[in-house]
């Protein structure tokens, strides 16, 4: 009764719910970005720091992606909760995208979005098992990320980093 006190549907839960996963997730990806000096640096720090929780016992997939899949009706409030995060998300790696100076950087960040999602669905079909294909989650962001470079100065700034 308590719960229904404060949320007086499962509706209302699921959103609340996935609102305060979409600021966990954006605390989480400003944290694990922050030091990196550029753009391509900070794409390739996410994706970093998405391995390894994708690789942890703490993770269990994604939470938008989760409950899209539970409540696949496009018009469902939780499903376009759900699908705000995924664009926001998008958004940001094309802003990052057109930073790096990539070529087509909309395509760079479905790509991107794509491997994100992937790796969560590595993460919730495979857990913490060391032959979870997410282990290498990094390695193919930076390729895709080298494949969308336009000039030299996009994989420069890798190399002047390391």
Same mark, same amino acid.
């Given at each position: 009764m308590t719960l229904y006190r404060h949320?007086?549907? @499962?509706?209302?839960?699921?959103?609340?719910?996935l609102r305060h996963k979409d600021r966990e997730f954006?605390?989480?990806f400003e944290q694990s970005t922050k030091d990196a000096p550029t753009a391509r640096a900070k794409l390739l720090a996410f994706f970093e720091a998405l391995q390894q929780y994708v690789l942890s016992?703490? !993770?269990y997939g994604c939470p938008f992606i989760n409950v899209a899949s539970e409540y696949p009706?496009?018009?469902y409030v939780g499903h376009q909760v759900a699908l705000e995060h995924k664009q926001s998300v998008r958004v940001r790696f094309t802003q990052l995208a057109q930073e790096a100076g990539t070529r087509r950087p909309e395509a760079l960040a479905n790509a991107l979005l794509l491997l994100m999602d992937g790796?969560?669905?590595?993460?919730?079909?495979y857990g913490a098992a060391p032959s979870n294909p997410a282990s290498t989650v990094v390695e193919a962001a930076r390729q895709?990320?080298?494949?969308? !470079?336009?000039?030299?100065e996009c994989a420069?700034?890798? @190399?002047e980093q390391h």
């Open positions: 949320f007086p549907s @499962k509706d209302e839960l699921i959103v609340a719910f954006w605390e989480y016992p703490a !993770c009706e496009v018009e790796a969560y669905m590595a993460a919730r079909m895709v990320i080298d494949a969308h !470079c336009e000039a030299q420069a700034g890798e @190399k």
